[in-house]
């Protein structure tokens, strides 16, 4: 069967823990690839151009907006991010599944282009745990950090956008719990129907 892979959408909180979830969900299921987007923030300390993301200046950034090289872009507290379109598709027409940890801005414009997607919407166990997570991180400055945790309701308040929610409170729970799901989406018959009629139907 020749099935096309999955794209899997990851939003939550800033400070919630996306990037853990993700990284340990990746480790553990290295067929799945990983979007690399593009920024025009700073690197933190650790990050690397081309693994982190592609850091990108302003002018450079605006460019791939022009030639219309995004699958999805947003400003993201004062910074631009997106995701480049084409590996994302080039990944997905070969049948690897692909994951992209995105803000809600850029979930919903994927949503709108490719609703085939699975989005999945990371909540903190409550919103004092994610003021303590985000002033541990240390790497926000007191404007930042007001940017980051003030959105923090209003992105909740969209989950009704999504398909599936996790709680990070355990991080092994959470990642085996994405692992479930991703897991139930590749025996969804509606993802797959005509390739399963096909195969069976070629050996009538
Ligand atoms: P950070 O600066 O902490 O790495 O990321 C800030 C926010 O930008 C996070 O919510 C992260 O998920 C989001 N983000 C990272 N890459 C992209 C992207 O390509 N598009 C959009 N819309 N948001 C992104």
Redesign the pocket.
């Known amino acids: 069967m020749n099935k096309k892979g999955i794209l899997i959408v ?5 400070g919630v823990g ?2 853990t979830i993700c990284k340990k969900f990746l480790t553990k299921n290295t067929d799945i690839k990983l ?1 690399i ?3 025009t ?1 700073s690197p ?1 300390a650790g990050e690397e151009h081309g693994v ?2 592609y850091f990108l200046d302003a002018q450079k950034f605006e460019d791939m907006i022009e030639k219309d090289e ?1 699958l ?3 400003r ?2 004062d ?1 631009g ?3 480049p379109k084409k590996a994302v598709f080039e990944n997905l027409e070969k049948g690897e599944d692909v994951l ?8 919903m ?1 994927v949503k709108e282009k490719y609703p085939d997607g699975v989005f999945i919407f990371i909540l903190p166990p409550s919103l004092e745990e994610l003021k303590n997570r985000i002033v541990k991180r240390g ?1 926000e400055t007191e404007e930042s950090f007001k940017k ?1 945790f003030g959105s923090a309701f209003s992105e909740i308040s969209k989950i009704e956008n999504f398909d599936y929610y996790l709680v990070n409170n355990d991080l092994d729970k959470a990642v085996g719990q994405l692992e479930s799901i991703i897991m139930a989406e590749k025996n969804r018959v509606s993802r797959y129907k005509d390739c399963i009629l096909k195969k069976f139907e070629e050996e009538l």
Do not use: H
């Open positions: 990851i939003c939550g909180p800033s996306k990037g979007s987007s593009a920024t923030r933190r982190s993301y995004f999805e872009y947003a993201v507290y910074n991010y997106g995701t992209l940890e995105i803000d809600i801005q850029g979930a414009q790497s980051r």
